[in-house]
C-alpha cells in the first residue's frame, strides 16, 4: 500500500538560504510519526513546505500519490492537511467557539460541524466552560488545546503538529502529549514536530532525526528511543528508559 505522505529530496529554504537538503519521509494512513532534532534543524520548516507556504526548490511531496508541490496552502487545506503552527495561531479576538466553528470554514455539512463542536467539548470538558471566552484570554496550554482542537474540526486526514509542547508549564506538557495518543487511538495520522524528543518518541509509531536540514536517523519509536547514539546527541546522555 503506498503512504498517505511521501516527500522524496526535498530541498527548500529561505531566498538563498536552503534549509532542506534531500529530505525523504513517508507516514501511512493512522501512524503517528515524529520529527525529532534541535532547534534550527529544520523541522518547522519541513511542515511549512508541505502546507505551501514554502515553495520546494526541488524533491517531490505527494499526498495520496497526488503533487501537492505547486498547490496553494488553501487547496492544501481542502485536501484535508492541517497544520497547528507553532505559537498556535488562534484568533485571539474570537471566543473559543467562534475559533472551533472557523476549523469547518471549508465545510457545509452544518449539522456535521454542529456535532463535532458537542463533540470538542466532550473531549476537552473546559472548552465548553469557556465558549464565550475570547481566545486571546486563555493560558498558554489552553490556547495549544483550542488550536488542535480547531485543526480537528476540519476532519483533517493529516493532522500536523508543530511544537505543541514548546513554553508549557510540565503539567501541561504531559497533558499535551496524552491528547496526541488519544488522538492517535482514534487512528488520526498525525506528522508531529517536537524538541521534546522523550514524548515525542513515547507516544509516536516512528521517528525521524533531524539535523542540518537532513535526516540523520530513522527507524521505530521504540528503537530510537533505546539508541545510544539519539541518548548522546539529544537526551543529554541519559537513558531514554
Known amino acids: ?24 519521509i513517508e507516514i501511512d494512513e493512522g501512524q503517528l510519526v515524529a520529527i525529532i532534532g534541535a532547534n534550527g534543524a529544520g523541522k518547522s520548516t519541513l511542515l511549512r513546505t508541505i502546507s505551501g507556504l514554502i515553495r520546494p526548490t526541488r524533491g517531490t511531496i505527494e499526498f495520496e500519490g497526488a503533487p501537492l508541490s505547486q498547490k496553494e496552502p488553501h487547496d492544501i487545506v481542502a485536501m484535508g492537511i492541517l497544520h497547528v503552527a507553532e505559537g498556535r495561531g488562534i484568533l485571539t479576538r474570537m471566543t473559543v467557539l467562534e475559533n472551533l466553528k472557523m476549523g ?10 454542529n456535532r463535532d463542536v458537542e463533540s470538542m467539548f466532550e473531549t476537552f470538558p473546559w472548552l465548553e466552560e469557556r465558549r464565550k471566552q475570547l481566545g486571546g484570554t486563555l493560558s498558554g496550554g489552553q490556547q495549544q488545546m483550542l488550536a488542535i482542537a480547531r485543526a480537528l ?37 498525525i506528522l508531529l514536530v517536537e524538541q521534546n524528543t522523550r514524548g515525542a518518541l513515547r507516544v509516536s509509531d516512528y521517528g525521524y532525526v533531524m539535523a542540518m536540514g537532513k535526516i ?21 546522555g541519559r537513558s531514554a528508559a
Open 153 to 189: 474540526m476540519a476532519r483533517p486526514r493529516l493532522l500536523m503538529l508543530d511544537e505543541p509542547s514548546l513554553g508549557l508549564a510540565p503539567m501541561v506538557v504531559q497533558s499535551i502529549f496524552k491528547l496526541v495518543g488519544d488522538l492517535k487511538k482514534r487512528n488520526t495520522t
Open 1 to 24: 500500500m503506498a503512504p498517505l505522505l511521501s516527500v522524496r529530496d526535498l530541498c527548500a529554504g529561505y531566498g538563498a538560504i536552503e534549509a532542506l537538503h534531500g529530505v525523504n
Open 216 to 236: 540523520v536517523m530513522k527507524d521505530s519509536a521504540e528503537v530510537l528511543l533505546a539508541s545510544d547514539k539519539l541518548v548522546k546527541a539529544y537526551l543529554g
Open 104 to 113: 469547518a470554514f471549508l465545510r457545509r455539512d452544518t449539522g456535521e460541524i
